[in-house]
């Protein structure tokens, strides 16, 4: 009888438009959040260095070669890239100033063996644990993290022996040998390697500071080491700047990498666009449900103020309206959270047939601004009921 | 409970002359179970004394207790209970919503309650000579008829005092005089007193004392 009394005679069309914009932006709300981590995701865990990481070094051309310009890095440099806002951190790469070749030391592997170029990089870059990332002499093995084209080089030439190919897991089994020596081979030294982690970033083998540090004091001609090149890493969304810096400075990268990050950049923005609209979408959709439940009130200002009269509660009444219009916001949620789950079906189809591979669990975060939105829609509509049947008293 | 008047005096009746014995500016009390007339020509305050005691209005002088209790410091929760179990009302206009049935205007009230069955209430429909109208809508019925729904709506809740403000307007004889009876039995069953504004008529009601204005 009492939602007969007050919600029956309405006119729903402002109510049924109200509905529909807040729908849409509670879909596009959680679409584009859930997108937004997803995309952010995208990329770390494949690769042990952090995310929106890349090594540069400086574009060799004519005058390089001729001598007039040079290719190494001055810390002055340095500081500047780092100055830039958009920029998190840089840091000089360190490469080795003597011999080293590896070969594997394992009775389950052919022997194999090659010179290598080993660096070392910051471990700040770093997406491991850094309590394998260490080194002192008297150790077992020194952790190196190894190129994805080493692994494939290295799975080309078992292939060739007729030899099963190894996979991430097995690799970091492999026993492998460092041989260090200076270049008179005066002074030799081998020491036992083993891969903790790939990397698609790096070319080189990446081997912990101190082991670098030993190596370059105790075989090293002396001679300061340059620094050819530097690890950046920019803050998210703003690769487009990042690659614009080395435009400008006359730096490259490896390809792959930016075009990662360029992709991450660009499909975040478009999210973070879409998140924008949806926010102002489901605000203003609220307000609009907010604005008609005032409306509704005073509409029936004569039967609530009567109810009150006859003995009901403001509080009854407030319950009422209350309870309506977060039933209206939950239908408008729950039909929102089903057309998120239908557009992520087909968005999740359309960056697989991309070559996208984003893991398709539902994030937590999506959820929780629903939650959130729904929560707020709550304590306004409450809010409202209260204040405007109160008045009525 | 005893209502009583501490020299009451409505803003909007301020500027009228009121005789010596009326209750505007005067002390009076409404004593418990008492039956009181209160008779006064148009303009002279009647529904203003309803909506004073029934704590509707503030926009007056002096105070109205119910025994020691101010209203005025009275909160939503204490007025919530008075308006559900001490002072009922039938109001001039009315206050009944057009837009629900006869039985859905009764239900409302009654629900708070729970204290008259559908048959109950049927019966007192019969007995005022509308046994046809429990489903009709309200809106669609005249004024006399909505006025016996108003009568029934008032004395279907448990109350110590019933105000009523010219209930018996619309009503002829007969229907009045049923009415009245109705009344007075309700009152007796709980022991209640009441106030009837009239314009004049006294309907053959035997009161205790009766107020001027």
Known sequence: ?????????????????????????????????????????????????????????KKVGNSNTLGISKTDFTLKEIEKIKAEPFIKDAKPVISNNFDISLRTDDPMVPYFRTDVFVQTIDESFLDVDLKNW??????DFVPIIMPREFLVMLNTFMSAQ???????????QIQFEFWLSNKDNSKKEDIKARIVGFTNSVSSLLVPKSFMEYGNKKFSDGKPQKITQIMISGEESEFGLVEQLLQKRGLETKNAQMVIGRLKSIVGTLFMVVLGVSIVAVFLSGLVLIQYMQLLISKNAYAVKTLLRIGYHPKDITRLFFLYFIKIFGIIT???????????????????????YIDTDITLISILALLIAYGLFAFSSFQTAKKGVFKKY | MNIKLNKVLPHPLASIQHSEDSIWGNDVILKEGAKILLNASSGKGKSTFTTTVFGLRKDYEGNVFYDQKNIRDLNI??????????????????????????KENLLLKNNLSGDFSDEQLKEMLTQLGIPDKWEQQCGLLSMGQQQRVAIIRALIQPFKWLLMDEPFSHLDKKNTTIALDMIIKRCDELNAGFVLTTLGDHHGIEYDYELKL
Do not use: C
């Open chain 1, 1 to 57: 009888m009492l939602k007969k009394l007050l919600f029956q005679q309405q006119d729903k069309k402002q109510l049924f438009i109200a509905m529909i914009g807040a729908f849409l932006g509670i879909t596009f709300l959680i679409t584009s959040i859930h997108y937004l981590v997803k995309i952010n995701k995208f990329g770390k865990g494949a690769d042990i260095l952090g995310p929106n990481t890349i090594i540069v070094q």
């Open chain 1, 134 to 139: 260490t080194w002192k002499e008297g150790d």
């Open chain 1, 162 to 172: 007729g030899i099963p190919q190894v996979s991430d897991d097995l690799a970091k």
């Open chain 1, 334 to 356: 729950v039909i929102g959270f089903v057309l998120f789950i239908l557009l992520k079906f087909f968005i999740d189809k359309m960056f697989i047939s991309g070559g996208l």
């Open chain 2, 77 to 102: 929760d204490e007025w919530t209970l008075i308006r559900r179990k001490t002072l009922s009302v039938v109001f001039q206009d009315l206050q009944l919503f057009p837009e629900l049935t006869v």
